[in-house]
């Protein structure tokens, strides 16, 4: 059966379903079913090749007018949720910054993101919304990634952050990503909006780890023919390093391509 690729939110992650032969195309409006209900979604990929043979949910219908009008309808509701929350939230001292909220489409289930610098008691704050809104409350307690997602902004590059424009999943990030590319330590320079490593740390870590092999470390102790040298700077795409030699000289050496390029 045909699988195909939907997402529920513009910039959010692709789901795989079957196709349930609908003979969807891309772009159609759907409507899913998923282990929260009903939902309301875009189809984003028709897969032309094969995927994982398993058991995917399957396309419900293709949305009608009707859908469509009921779906921006549940979008307002949601969004007034998103207000009474944060004023009841209020009123009850909840340490709580709410992102956005959304229902399912067939209203079965309310979903609101939160952040909170603290851990958050919030069953009574669930309780009213539920008696309020007669539907399942869920809250979700988020990091400062997933809010960067939500929120969006301008990047160090001048570009919408990949987290909010294409990015499906948000990897982890870590130091040695940082010191393998030999960055330095300023958090102004390798932090993006969230305060976290800038994402994109990941793009080319691969390609640092390939250009790095053979080269020494910064402050490895070297023979440069026959004086001891120290090496002080690395150039990790240039292929080069400079080392200081006992006698005070700094001496640039480059490592020939055909030593290192397994691929050639």
């Known amino acids: 059966m045909k699988k195909i690729g939907v997402k529920f939110k513009k910039n959010g992650k692709e789901y795989i379903f079957d196709d349930n032969n609908n003979n969807v195309k891309l ?33 419900v219908k293709i949305a009608t007018k009707e859908d469509i009008d009921q779906n921006n309808k549940n979008i307002v509701e949601a969004r007034n949720a998103l207000n009474k929350a944060t004023e009841i939230a209020k009123k009850m001292n909840l340490d709580m910054k709410f992102l956005n909220a959304d229902f399912t489409f067939d209203k079965s289930q309310l979903i609101f993101h939160f952040t909170s610098d603290n851990r958050v008691d919030f069953r009574e704050l669930a309780k009213t919304l539920a008696a309020i809104y007669k539907a399942r409350i869920e809250l979700r307690q988020v990091g400062a990634r997933d809010k960067a997602k939500v929120i969006s902004g301008i990047g160090q ?36 909006q969230c305060g976290r490593l800038l994402c994109c740390l990941k793009y080319e870590d691969d390609n640092y780890n390939f250009y790095r092999e053979n080269l020494p470390e910064v402050g490895e102790k ?10 002080i700077s690395l150039d990790i795409l240039n292929r080069k390093y400079t080392a200081n030699t006992e006698s005070n000289n700094k001496i640039v050496v480059e490592v020939p391509f055909d030593i290192y390029d397994k691929g050639k």
């Open 27 to 59: 772009g159609d409006c759907v409507i899913v079913e998923t282990e929260k209900g009903q939902q309301f979604g875009n189809v984003t990929t028709i897969f032309n090749k094969e995927i994982e043979d398993k058991e995917y949910s399957k396309i």
């Open 157 to 192: 590059c001048g570009r919408i952050i990949c987290c909010s424009n294409f990015l499906k999943d948000l990897d982890t990030v870590g130091i040695a990503q940082v010191k393998n590319q030999n960055l330095s330590l300023n958090p102004n320079k390798i932090n993006g």
């Open 222 to 231: 070297i023979k440069i023919g026959d004086e001891n040298a120290t090496v």
